[in-house]
């Protein structure tokens, strides 16, 4: 479709501009890059669809990409992708089917994560997309299965444009009780916000949460986060 071949020529440009406008050096810490772990997943059949891969530059040990179709009458192909030579993920949902993208992160280690040790203070996913609209949802999960939730809505994204969005941890639901120093897992699921949609990520990143005021700068998309009920 038209959006990969657009992102693909536009979107790591506007990202290297934008993470050295708005980032200091050393303030980042990389969740995804999307540099590894290649993979596309597609289908027309109902159901969930995914596969595992590696993690590019990230914190985490896997990374399991997954697509949900959950109505399809016409019988057109949706689809996630990895595309490392870019640095991108998409998702691709034609217009009538109803779909859903994932990103599921793992650490594998007994006692999960310490993500507060890889930044002082408060802090925040940030996370640059093209496109849309869509919603994104977010959950972290610690060792004792407690899960910090939250869901924002963001786009839709000029053509050519590339925005950044900060989701504080402590904006989460149950953020209170849930250890962020011993993560096991952090799970994104992504939607159209309309019938249908295109969009794609190009970086996934942890930042201080003071610094995501700087990102009002560069947003000019209608942007929601509110705690999921």
């Known amino acids: 479709m038209a959006i990969r071949d657009q992102a693909r020529t536009t979107v790591w440009s506007l990202l290297i501009f934008a993470a050295a406008l708005v980032t200091a050096p050393g303030a980042?810490?990389?969740?995804?890059?999307?540099?590894?772990?290649?993979?596309?997943?597609?289908?027309?059949?109902?159901?969930?669809?995914?596969?595992?891969?590696?993690?590019?530059?990230?914190?985490f040990g896997n990374r399991r990409v997954s697509l949900e179709i959950r109505s399809n009458p016409s019988q057109d192909e949706a689809l996630v992708e990895v595309d490392s030579?870019?640095?991108?993920?998409?998702?691709?949902?034609?217009?009538?089917?109803?779909?859903?993208?994932?990103l599921e992160y793992r650490t594998g280690a007994i006692h999960g994560l310490n993500l507060l040790a890889h930044g002082s203070g408060a802090l925040a996913i940030l996370v640059d997309f093209a496109n849309g609209p869509f919603d994104l949802g977010v959950e972290v999960t610690d060792v004792l299965g407690?899960?910090?939730?939250?869901?924002?809505?963001?786009?839709?994204?000029?053509?050519?444009?590339?925005?950044?969005?900060?989701?504080?941890?402590?904006?989460?639901?149950?953020?209170?009780?849930?250890?962020?120093?011993?993560?096991?897992?952090?799970?994104?699921t992504l939607s159209p916000s309309t019938d249908s949609g295109d969009f794609s990520l190009a970086a996934l990143q942890l930042i201080p949460e003071s610094s995501s005021a700087l990102l009002a700068g560069l947003a000019s998309a209608l942007i929601l986060v509110r705690r999921r009920r």
Request: hydrophobic residues 45%; aromatic residues 6%; glycine residues 16%.
């Open 146 to 188: 407690v899960s910090a939730q939250g869901d924002i809505s963001a786009g839709p994204v000029p053509l050519g444009a590339l925005e950044r969005i900060a989701i504080p941890l402590t904006s989460l639901e149950n953020a209170d009780f849930t250890d962020f120093t011993q993560v096991e897992k952090l799970t994104l």
């Open 28 to 59: 980042v810490v990389t969740l995804d890059d999307f540099s590894e772990g290649e993979v596309m997943v597609q289908s027309t059949g109902l159901g969930m669809h995914s596969q595992l891969s590696g993690v590019g530059g990230g914190l």
């Open 85 to 102: 030579g870019f640095g991108l993920f998409f998702l691709e949902v034609p217009n009538g089917v109803a779909a859903t993208g994932g």
